[in-house]
């Protein structure tokens, strides 16, 4: 009986499995980095519920990265520190023999370099200025607060009244008219924030880490709790540098994203907003929890002249639009679109407003209205910043030399986004 012969492997097959395994793991690999990049290359999107048009149809647009000052360009102090900040970092760190002789000891960790005193070092959510400093940033927003109300120069053009869109109830305050009158830059711009008493410390923080280093005198608080626009400055109360007006209605509570009453908080963002459009002002509605690295009202009127855009809003990736972050120019398709968000969200009390914003948005399909959905690059939520860039490391880093603002959401707790802030900006 004869003894059967197992039959060799074909060498020649062997080697073509070999590549064709390795060809398949190459691209693999390559499918799965395209898909990460994707998340953060901002690349020109047209998106719209009809065919992307020219001026007609409504269209939600999205900025391409190289769109020159589209895209953070900071002033050249900005730049020049930045570079020397990382020229700096990139010595210190190439000192060290290699990361791995640093790990068991053979070479010394890099030691940051020389910086200025905590005392000009303020924490990006602390009240380390000092009002009895007449150098200080405060001292200079003060006083070019009261030089910019006497400026005048603007003279506001409501757009054309519809009787479908509701009227705001923020025009309810007496004198409202002359307040915007009062705080509205030369161009008609408005920055506005709005919050509950138990929102005051961060509001304040944002006051002072983010308007006044910029000197923003545009800047408006709308509270809406009784007492927080007090002119004393006492715990609970706004900063007393700052613009502020009560809401007709008095809020207590409810500030908290997990709280049964946050819909109804959050819902009059978009009525102030609605008010300042209907008298004939552009409103830049800004969350507390956007830290501002560049000033942000000269880029986005840019971005909306170039645009012809009647909004700009922040992309909040996984979340549509951000409602916490959003341009308004007092245009008839503006006024139009914020009545049908207030509207919707007059009819249902639990209704949020994100999902409003973005919910109405689909209404407006098909329309001249025209929104610019900011790129995520340079004007990153907190999934973008946070969890997609390259984040800080060292107190000597730049945070982010591209952004002109980062939002600090995606994250509960005022406790959680101090935390988060102070480790990563």
Not at 66 to 87: N, W
Not at 158 to 174: F, K, L, W
Not at 225 to 233: K, Q
Request: proline share 6%; net charge neutral; with cysteine.
């Amino acid at each position: 009986m004869r003894q059967r012969r197992e039959r060799e492997p074909d060498p020649d097959i062997i080697a073509v499995l070999r590549i064709a395994g390795a060809s398949l793991a190459i691209v693999i690999i390559l499918v799965f980095s395209i898909f990460q990049i994707g998340w953060t290359t901002e690349k020109p999107i047209l998106t719209s519920a009809v065919h992307a048009r020219p001026r007609s149809g409504h269209v939600i647009m999205r900025a391409t990265a190289d769109d020159g000052t589209d895209l953070a360009v900071l002033p050249e102090s900005m730049r020049r520190k930045g570079k020397e900040e990382s020229t700096q970092a990139r010595s210190t760190l190439d000192s060290s023999s290699s990361a791995f002789g640093s790990l068991f000891g053979n070479s010394a960790p890099p030691s940051p370099p020389e910086q200025p005193s905590a005392q000009t070092q303020p924490s990006s959510l602390s009240y380390a200025i000092r009002t009895d400093d007449e150098t200080s940033s405060l001292a200079q927003y003060i006083k070019g607060k009261k030089a910019a109300e006497n400026a005048g120069g603007y003279t506001p053009t409501p757009p054309e009244a519809m009787r479908s869109v509701p009227d705001a109830y923020v025009r309810r305050i007496p004198q409202w008219k002359q307040v915007l009158a009062k705080v509205a830059d030369k161009d008609g711009v408005v920055v506005f924030a709005t919050g509950t008493a138990n929102y005051v410390d961060i509001m304040n923080s944002f006051f002072l880490t983010a308007i006044v280093p910029h000197q923003l005198y545009n800047f408006l608080f709308v509270a809406m709790g009784t007492g927080m626009c007090n002119s004393a400055e006492e715990e609970g109360t706004l900063h007393p540098a700052a613009h502020c007006v009560q809401y007709p209605r008095n809020i207590e509570g409810g500030g908290d994203w997990l709280n049964p009453n946050f819909a109804e908080v959050v819902q009059i963002k978009t009525d102030v907003l609605l008010g300042i459009v209907q008298e004939g002002y552009t409103a830049l509605l800004s969350d507390a929890d956007i830290h501002y690295l560049q000033s942000p009202t000269g880029p986005l009127a840019a971005k909306a002249k170039k645009y012809s855009a009647d909004a700009v809003i922040q992309d909040d990736m996984e979340g549509g639009l951000n409602s916490g972050f959003m341009y308004f120019r007092p245009t008839t398709w503006a006024n139009s679109y914020l009545g049908e968000v207030v509207a919707m969200e007059r009819r249902n009390k639990a209704l949020r407003q994100q999902e409003a914003v973005n919910t109405a948005l689909k209404h407006f399909a098909g329309t001249d209205f025209r929104v610019l959905a900011l790129p995520a690059k340079a004007w990153p939520c907190g999934i973008e910043y946070y969890q997609r860039q390259a984040r800080r490391m060292y107190a000597w880093h730049a945070p982010c030399p591209g952004c002109i603002i980062v939002h600090n959401n995606y994250m509960l707790g005022d406790a959680g986004k101090e935390y988060r802030a102070k480790e990563f900006l």
